[in-house]
């Protein structure tokens, strides 16, 4: 059963910041790996696809990485503002059409 | 707008009456699924169908049923909610592609007393 794994837990840096979010998971059989931003009380919001043949992805401030053979996925984050503070989950899709979710890192940007 | 709707965001119930959260999604969506969220243990898969009558068990589907009869609504359905499922919902749909995202609802924080 496919295992992932976020680390830092929390984490709380200075605006402006670069910061990077690191995602581990151990069966690299998967379609994609996606990441997802979470507010308090709020749903799920889609930062970010890689496919399984890609290495990186790209939008705005935020650039994602994919290192299959290693079982890794990195979530850099470039002039980290205030805004920016949620919950930040990465999901493995697995070749068996489930999603597999970390249990977040928690972002504070302090202004 | 694109977007998967989930029905009610907030649940107060008591033990053994039963209950149906609604989801439903306007994008054509094949794949739709649901989740709950506890602290420290993340989002974990509780059902998923790949289309229309088609359904499958996710990682703890024990206390819960789902029925896909149309392609947009997929309800999960509390026969006889306990404490134990006192969580935060969501559920999610996606193109039965796997190269493009998925979309998530707003979430339903149920609680059970």
């Known amino acids: 059963k496919q295992e992932v794994t976020q680390i830092p837990a929390a984490l709380s840096v200075p605006e402006g910041e670069n910061l990077v979010l690191n995602c581990s998971f151990t069966?690299?059989?998967?379609?994609?790996l996606q990441w997802f931003r979470q507010d308090p009380g709020k749903g799920l919001t889609s930062l970010l696809l890689?496919?399984?043949?890609?290495r990186e992805q790209t939008s705005g401030r935020l650039n994602a990485s994919l290192d299959k053979s290693s079982g890794r996925s990195t979530l850099y984050i470039a002039a980290s503002q205030p805004g920016d503070s949620a919950t930040y989950l990465c999901?493995?899709?697995?070749?068996?059409?489930?999603?597999?979710f970390g249990t977040g890192t928690s972002l504070t940007v302090i202004p | 707008e694109a977007q998967v709707t989930q029905n009610p965001r907030y649940l107060i119930t008591v033990t053994g009456k039963k209950l149906t959260v609604t989801c439903s999604q306007n994008?054509?969506?094949?794949?739709m699924s649901w989740y709950r969220q506890d602290p420290g243990l993340g989002l974990r898969q509780i059902y998923y169908?790949?289309?229309?009558?088609?359904?499958d068990k996710g990682d703890v589907p024990e206390g819960y049923k789902v029925s896909r009869k149309e392609k947009r609504n997929f309800p999960l359905i509390l026969e006889s909610p306990s404490p134990n499922q006192t969580s935060l919902y969501f559920c999610?749909?996606?193109?039965?592609?796997?190269?493009?995202?998925?979309?998530f609802g707003q979430g339903t924080r149920l609680t059970v007393v």
């Open positions: 999901a493995a899709l697995n070749t068996g059409n489930q999603f597999y």
């Open positions: 994008m054509n969506h094949e794949y």
């Open positions: 169908s790949m289309n229309v009558e088609v359904t």
């Open positions: 999610a749909s996606r193109p039965q592609v796997s190269y493009t995202e998925a979309f």
């Open positions: 069966d690299s059989a998967i379609y994609n």
């Open positions: 890689i496919q399984s043949s890609q």
